[in-house]
């Protein structure tokens, strides 16, 4: 009977243990200001970085994710739950305000970001080479090529009177891309149609009444929560027959016309990379900020097609990729 006590006592001992070993893996929280529905292929990049780091967990970590859908306003009530559950890394994507966010609320718990815009003038870190602090991630640059994407669009309509800007004021550089593309329009002469919009419904809103404007173009500004509603701002400008320049690849794919910018895939797997390099002791202070150095110009043949655009041949000499 004692035998039995014995055996009986430790395999009760076991299940707490066991328990524990499971609750000791590193969970990981995500916020990010789009919408969960288009983000899978960024979400599997960070998942391939971490695995590819040798993370504990080996890449299939649990992630308690959170997506803002657009509204900025949850953000801060995101980070604090992070903050409160105690999450081994906190992972933040869309932009400065997820990243301020995080950072508002934990001095302690790490943090990697992603974002378009300068990380320093945002106040996120305070240099690229040393961080500093909790916090450090990948810089896209997809705010400063804003004007490069105008003068794709002046290439292709160099006549057009008017180009539309669809911009989410929102979205931290805003202001600045609003200025320094007004500027490099009224260089190659034209006249910027501002359209503003914060959510699906402002988005139709802003669109709907763009054929009454006379624009010959369409410059879509960087936006997270734009290209998680990639599909319908796509589907829109075709069937109007707009050409279009967009900040990601991903908008060509769903048949826009063309992008300019660095690989956002990559992107999530350098920052799935930083993150299982933290969850490994290194300290994120310590891990330079990565920027981008590759550009494409991806371009929809077969949407050219339908618009019946004919990329001029310094254009053509240019294009990385081309889809059909």
Do not use: C
């Amino acid at each position: 009977m004692r035998r039995r006590t014995f055996i009986a006592g430790l395999g009760a001992a076991a299940l707490p243990l066991a328990a524990r070993a499971q609750q000791a893996t590193p969970v990981i929280g995500f916020m990010h200001i789009a919408s969960a529905g288009a983000m899978g292929h960024l979400v599997a990049g960070f998942r391939d970085g971490l695995k590819d780091s040798g993370a504990p967990g080996g890449g299939t970590n649990p992630i308690e994710f959170r997506w803002a859908e657009g509204r900025y306003e949850r953000l801060d009530g995101f980070a604090a739950d992070f903050v409160q559950r105690k999450m081994a890394v906190i992972v933040t994507g869309g932009g400065e305000r997820p990243a301020l966010a995080a950072k508002a609320a934990t001095s302690t718990i790490p943090i990697v970001f992603n974002m378009g815009n300068d990380p320093v003038k945002a106040g996120v870190v305070t240099s690229f080479n040393r961080p500093g602090g909790n916090i450090t991630g990948v810089n896209i640059l997809t705010a400063e090529l804003e004007p490069k994407r105008l003068g794709l669009l002046h290439e292709l309509v160099p006549k057009a009177a008017a180009i539309a800007h669809l911009v989410n004021p929102n979205y931290g550089p805003t202001e600045n891309m609003i200025q320094t593309v007004g500027a490099a329009a009224q260089n190659m002469g034209h006249r910027i149609v501002l359209l503003q919009a914060t959510s699906e419904a402002e988005i139709d809103a802003a669109l709907r009444d763009l054929p009454q404007k006379n624009v010959g173009a369409l410059l879509v500004a960087p936006d997270a929560f734009f290209n998680s509603h990639r599909e319908q701002i796509v589907l829109w400008a075709v069937r109007h027959g707009l050409p279009a320049a967009y900040e990601q690849r991903e908008f060509v794919v769903a048949g826009g016309l063309m992008s300019y910018s660095t690989s956002i895939v990559d992107a999530y797997r350098q920052m799935g990379i930083y993150a299982g390099r933290i969850l490994k002791g290194e300290k994120p202070g310590d891990l330079p900020v990565v920027q981008s150095a590759k550009f494409e110009l991806v371009v929809n043949m077969k949407t050219a097609r339908t618009l019946g655009v004919t990329f001029p041949s310094g254009l053509m000499s240019i294009i990385d990729e081309v889809i059909e």
